[in-house]
């Protein structure tokens, strides 16, 4: 596959829900290989709706979303999903199964032996920054954070090519966000996966993105470079920036 | 004569209408469980199901049982044999608390939780027996425990139409207006539904996740 096809292909991707409610109105936009793509917005703009339509979570309405060069609706929905990684805020975590067994689920399903998909949750949870004992525990045993960390390690546990991330660190903390968002960097830096990542908070943004999509009532209104938004003089993007300087009291970049 | 040297005397009849009791209940439960559970699932897939199996399940539960017996007679089949009708009667019963457990337990998972399994690529099937039904197994599990007091409970009328059972004690204790026989078909019954009761309170227990993720 040529490195310069985009891995996920928006192309005037609308959804009207049955009741005529538009939720997005013709999206487009390409998300490259290895680059981390933001989605930002406010709650109701559309941005989580967009990431599951890329799964099928949710099926468009009209226009076409192509993932890896091919229609999503051409896909089997079940081989794109194990395509891709998935990572929500809620986490999701099956609350009746050990950590162990949530990482490996993906594996499980696929049948790898079981030495492997051993092998593969104790790399998978060194690479989130955990502990191997922490692997019998259950999910109620655990932080927030530890939380969170087990639900990146399941979604990389395929070592799917593509992550779709909606808002993974927004119920944590300031300090654990912080701590996951570098990890999360270091983390990328290895893999070098394509990444689709939700979040509200344009500092988080900043800080991880490569690109930032800002959204408004489920329509595109900027694609920039993260250095670009700063500078940007589209009036919505300029009271994000306005609105983080005043929080940050600074007009310093993170 | 009193209580005890009746049932010393007739311990054996007790012992096997006990038996015939336990008989009509744990088969009629198990079909109950074995069209209610599909049903319950079924209804969680198509929506539009719901509000009319519900609403006949209700409607079989507010027919008086006495009169559910009897409408059963003239059925081909089913009417043929007393104990073939008392175990069709009772499993009709037994329908509602299964079919609306299975559906309220599947449908009360987190949305969060089946999101992410749907996301990272479970099949319908998959996501049913590793997700949704480990996860509402308790809730089930509540609904059997229902079914089986209200079915030992409805049981001893099965012996109006000559079904037999710990009914026929009770009965007969009627007609004799003799408390003494009619306490050795009651306490029996009593018995064996607080017995159920605890038992599968224990396994609803034992099979309820915790809810804290």
Known sequence: ?254 | MNFWSFVTHNRFEIASLTLEHLWMVALSTLLAIAVGIPLGILITRKRSLHKPVIAVANIIQTVPSLALFGFLLPAPWIGERAGRLAIFALMAYALLPLIRNTYVGITSVDRAIVDAARGMGLTDWQLLYKVELPLAASVILAGIRVALVISIGLATIAAAIGAGGLGELIFRGLAMVNNAVILAGAIPAALMALIADTLLGWLEKRFSPQRTA
């Open chain 1, 1 to 254: 596959m040529a490195s310069s096809a985009p891995v996920v292909d928006f192309s005037k991707v609308s959804l009207v829900l049955a009741n005529g409610r538009p939720i997005l109105q013709e999206l487009s936009f390409e998300v490259q290989r290895g680059e981390i793509l933001i989605l930002l917005g406010r709650s109701g703009s559309g941005k989580t709706t967009a990431l599951k339509l890329i799964n099928r979570l949710l099926e468009l309405s009209t226009g076409q979303l192509r993932v890896e060069g091919c229609a999503t609706t051409d896909w089997n929905p079940i081989e794109l999903r194990r395509h891709i990684g998935y990572a929500i805020q809620e986490v999701g975590l099956f609350p009746h199964y050990t950590v162990a067994r949530n990482i490996a689920l993906v594996p499980s399903i696929q049948n790898w032996p079981r030495e492997k998909s051993e092998a593969r949750v104790r790399e998978l949870l060194r690479l989130v920054g955990l502990d191997a004992e922490i692997a019998s525990r259950y999910p109620h045993e655990l932080s927030g954070g530890q939380r969170q960390r087990v639900g990146v390690a399941r979604a990389l546990a395929a070592d799917p090519p593509i992550l779709l991330m909606d808002e993974p660190f927004g119920a944590l903390d300031p300090l654990t966000r912080a701590d996951l968002q570098r990890e999360f960097l270091s983390l990328q830096q290895q893999l070098g996966k394509t990444v689709l990542f939700v979040t509200h908070d344009l500092h988080e943004a900043l800080r991880l993105g490569t690109r930032i999509a800002l959204l408004e009532e489920g329509k595109l209104i900027s694609l920039t470079s993260t250095d670009e938004f700063l500078r940007s003089s589209e009036p919505l993007v300029k009271k994000y920036v306005e609105a983080f300087v005043t929080s940050t009291g600074q007009g310093e970049r993170p």
